[in-house]
C-alpha cells in the first residue's frame, strides 16, 4: 500500500489524451488535494498535435487556467509511433468536438519542464504516466539526478495476464517498451496500474447514466465520451461498458485504499517481435529477482465509481458557482 495520502505531495500528470486520458485528467481537477502542477503530453493515443491540444481543451472546459500544459516527445525512443483513432476517434477525443482552447501551450519542452520542476521541488513529487512513458523516460536519461525528486510513479501500463494491443502487451508500454523499461529499471518506486485492474473498472449502463445526472458541462461529456469509447469493448471484450483505465491512476493516487497491490519483479519483453511490450510479472518469485515493481492486482470498483461521481459533481458544481 501506497505511504502517500495525496496532501502532502505535488503532482505531475503525463498523458496523452485519449478519451480516458480526458477523464482522469477531470478527475483530477475535481480532486485540489492532488495539488497537481503541471500537464505534459506525450504522441500516444493520437498523434502530439491533438494530445496536446485535448489537454488544454479540457483544461479550458474545467476552466482549470493554473496548471501549465507542454508538449513533450512525439514519438517513442525507438518504434514509430503506434495510434489508437480506432478507440479514441480521429483526434482523440471521439465525436465529441470541444471548441479551439484559449489558453495555450506552454513553449517549454515538456521533459525540460519535468526536469526542472522535479529539481526546483523542495519534496519530492509524484508522477501520474497515462501513456507511452517515453517523457519520463527521456526526463531520467538526460537528468538522472531527478530521480531522488521522485516520490512514486504512478502509472497505467502493461498486464499480469493478456494484452489489449497485441495478445501479449498492452497498448501504453507497446507504444515505447524501451521507455517502460527505462523507467521500471530506474530505481523509482513504481505503481503499475494494469489492464487485469482497468479491466474491473467498467461504466456499466447503470454507471454511465450516474454520471450523465451530473449534468452540464461536466457529466454530459463524460457520458457521451464513454458511450462512443465503449464500442470498442463492447465488441472486443463482450464488456458492458468501457474500462476507465487512466483515471484508475487518479483514484489511486486519490485513495490507494481502493486498490490491491503486489509487490512484484516486472521486465518488459523488448527483443521478440511476438510478445514486445509484454509486462513479465514475477508473481510468485520464481526468478528470485528483488521486486521492483507495485503491481495493483484488484479494484473495489463500486468504491472508485463512488469517487469517480462525486469528484466530478464537485467540478461541475465549481463551475456553476
Ligand atoms: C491505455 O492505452 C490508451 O489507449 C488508454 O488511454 C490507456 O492509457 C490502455 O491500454
Ligand atoms: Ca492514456
Given at each position: 500500500?501506497?505511504?502517500?495520502?495525496?496532501?502532502?505531495?505535488?503532482?505531475?500528470?503525463?498523458?496523452?489524451?485519449?478519451?480516458?486520458?480526458?477523464?482522469?485528467?477531470?478527475?483530477?481537477?475535481?480532486?485540489?488535494?492532488?495539488?497537481?502542477?503541471?500537464?505534459?503530453?506525450?504522441?500516444?493515443?493520437?498523434?502530439?498535435?491533438?494530445?496536446?491540444?485535448?489537454?488544454?481543451?479540457?483544461?479550458?472546459?474545467?476552466?482549470?487556467?493554473?496548471?501549465?500544459?507542454?508538449?513533450?516527445?512525439?514519438?517513442?525512443?525507438?518504434?514509430?509511433?503506434?495510434?489508437?483513432?480506432?478507440?479514441?476517434?480521429?483526434?482523440?477525443?471521439?465525436?465529441?468536438?470541444?471548441?479551439?482552447?484559449?489558453?495555450?501551450?506552454?513553449?517549454?519542452?515538456?521533459?525540460?519542464?519535468?526536469?526542472?520542476?522535479?529539481?526546483?521541488?523542495?519534496?519530492?513529487?509524484?508522477?501520474a504516466t497515462?501513456?507511452?512513458l517515453?517523457?519520463?523516460?527521456?526526463?531520467?536519461?538526460?537528468?538522472?539526478?531527478?530521480?531522488?525528486?521522485?516520490?512514486?510513479v504512478v502509472m497505467m501500463g502493461g498486464?499480469?495476464?493478456?494484452?489489449?494491443?497485441?495478445?501479449?502487451?498492452?497498448?501504453n508500454?507497446?507504444?515505447?517498451?524501451?521507455?517502460?523499461?527505462?523507467v521500471?529499471?530506474?530505481?523509482?518506486?513504481v505503481v503499475m496500474m494494469?489492464?487485469?485492474?482497468?479491466?474491473?473498472?467498467?461504466?456499466?449502463?447503470?454507471?454511465?447514466?450516474?454520471?450523465?445526472?451530473?449534468?452540464?458541462?461536466?457529466?454530459?461529456?463524460?457520458?457521451?465520451?464513454?458511450?462512443?469509447?465503449?464500442?470498442?469493448?463492447?465488441?472486443?471484450?463482450?464488456?458492458?461498458?468501457?474500462?476507465?483505465?487512466?483515471?484508475?491512476v487518479?483514484?489511486?493516487?486519490?485513495?490507494?485504499?481502493?486498490?490491491?497491490?503486489?509487490?512484484?519483479?516486472?521486465?518488459?519483453?523488448?527483443?521478440?517481435?511476438?510478445?514486445?511490450?509484454?509486462?513479465?510479472?514475477?508473481?510468485?518469485?520464481?526468478?528470485?529477482?528483488?521486486?521492483?515493481?507495485?503491481?495493483?492486482?484488484?479494484?473495489?470498483?463500486?468504491?472508485?465509481?463512488?469517487?469517480?461521481?462525486?469528484?466530478?459533481?464537485?467540478?461541475?458544481?465549481?463551475?456553476?458557482?
Amino acid at each position: 500500500m501506497s505511504q502517500f495520502n495525496g496532501f502532502d505531495t505535488d503532482l505531475l500528470i503525463d498523458c496523452d489524451p485519449g478519451v480516458d486520458d480526458a477523464i482522469a485528467l477531470l478527475l483530477a481537477f475535481g480532486s485540489p488535494e492532488l495539488n497537481l502542477r503541471g500537464i505534459t503530453t506525450v504522441g500516444g493515443n493520437v498523434p502530439l498535435v491533438h494530445t496536446q491540444t485535448n489537454a488544454r481543451k479540457i483544461c479550458e472546459l474545467a476552466q482549470v487556467f493554473n496548471v501549465p500544459v507542454f508538449a513533450g516527445c512525439g514519438r517513442p525512443i525507438l518504434r514509430s509511433l503506434t495510434t489508437a483513432e480506432y478507440v479514441h476517434g480521429a483526434t482523440g477525443l471521439g465525436q465529441v468536438n470541444l471548441l479551439e482552447p484559449t489558453i495555450e501551450l506552454s513553449p517549454q519542452h515538456g521533459v525540460d519542464f519535468l526536469i526542472e520542476t522535479l529539481l526546483a521541488s523542495v519534496k519530492p513529487m509524484r508522477i501520474a504516466t497515462l501513456g507511452p512513458l517515453t517523457n519520463l523516460a527521456i526526463a531520467l536519461v538526460k537528468s538522472p539526478e531527478i530521480i531522488e525528486k521522485i516520490a512514486q510513479v504512478v502509472m497505467m501500463g502493461g498486464a499480469t495476464t493478456h494484452g489489449n494491443v497485441t495478445p501479449s502487451a498492452e497498448f501504453n508500454i507497446y507504444c515505447d517498451p524501451h521507455a517502460a523499461q527505462i523507467v521500471m529499471n530506474s530505481g523509482v518506486p513504481v505503481v503499475m496500474m494494469g489492464l487485469d485492474v482497468t479491466h474491473q473498472a467498467i461504466a456499466t449502463p447503470g454507471r454511465l447514466a450516474k454520471i450523465r445526472q451530473i449534468g452540464d458541462p461536466i457529466g454530459t461529456l463524460v457520458a457521451t465520451l464513454l458511450e462512443d469509447y465503449s464500442h470498442h469493448d463492447i465488441q472486443q471484450y463482450g464488456f458492458e461498458g468501457a474500462p476507465l483505465h487512466d483515471p484508475c491512476v487518479v483514484a489511486y493516487l486519490i485513495n490507494p485504499m481502493l486498490f490491491e497491490t503486489r509487490k512484484c519483479f516486472v521486465e518488459v519483453e523488448i527483443q521478440s517481435e511476438v510478445t514486445i511490450g509484454r509486462t513479465i510479472v514475477d508473481w510468485y518469485g520464481v526468478s528470485g529477482r528483488a521486486p521492483n515493481v507495485e503491481v495493483v492486482c484488484a479494484v473495489d470498483s463500486e468504491g472508485f465509481y463512488a469517487m469517480l461521481c462525486d469528484r466530478l459533481t464537485a467540478l461541475n458544481d465549481r463551475l456553476h458557482r
